[in-house]
Nanobody, 122 residues
Framework: VQLQASGGGLVQAGGSLRLSCVAS????????MGWFRQAPGKEREFVAG????????FYEESVKGRFTISRANAKNTVYLQMNSLKPEDTAVYYC????????????????WGQGTLVTVSS
């Protein structure tokens, strides 16, 4: 499946952004999906995950209560609503389609989007 992430940009601290990830090709409706991010000089880290039906979600501790992952299977789209953004949220954000196993581990994801840059100014 091909994944196209969008919605990144420059925002002030405390602001909000919504990222979108559209899947094409093989349907992703049966796949769990995840968002990861990679800040400059740092390793890629898990941000949020959602199962195929959307009734189970998973979050990295630092984004709990601020970020919300959701999906619209009819549109083959996964979203990441990011509120109360902080400068430390600055990173390239990637969406990915999970193959199996823990949502928290990037090795369990098969397909990756190209990334969208989020920059949060202080």
């Amino acid at each position: 499946v091909q994944l196209q992430a969008s919605g990144g940009g420059l925002v002030q601290a405390g602001g909000s952004l919504r990222l979108s990830c559209v899947a094409s090709g093989r349907s992703s409706s049966g796949s769990g999906m995840g968002w990861f991010r990679q800040a400059p000089g740092k390793e890629r880290e898990f941000v949020a995950g959602i199962n195929w039906s959307g009734d189970s979600t998973f979050y990295e501790e630092s984004v709990k209560g601020r970020f919300t992952i959701s999906r619209a299977n009819a549109k083959n789209t996964v979203y990441l609503q990011m509120n109360s953004l902080k400068p430390e949220d600055t990173a390239v954000y990637y969406c990915a389609a999970r193959l199996s196993g823990s949502y928290y581990l990037d090795r369990n994801y098969l397909d990756w989007g190209q990334g969208t840059l989020v920059t949060v100014s202080s």
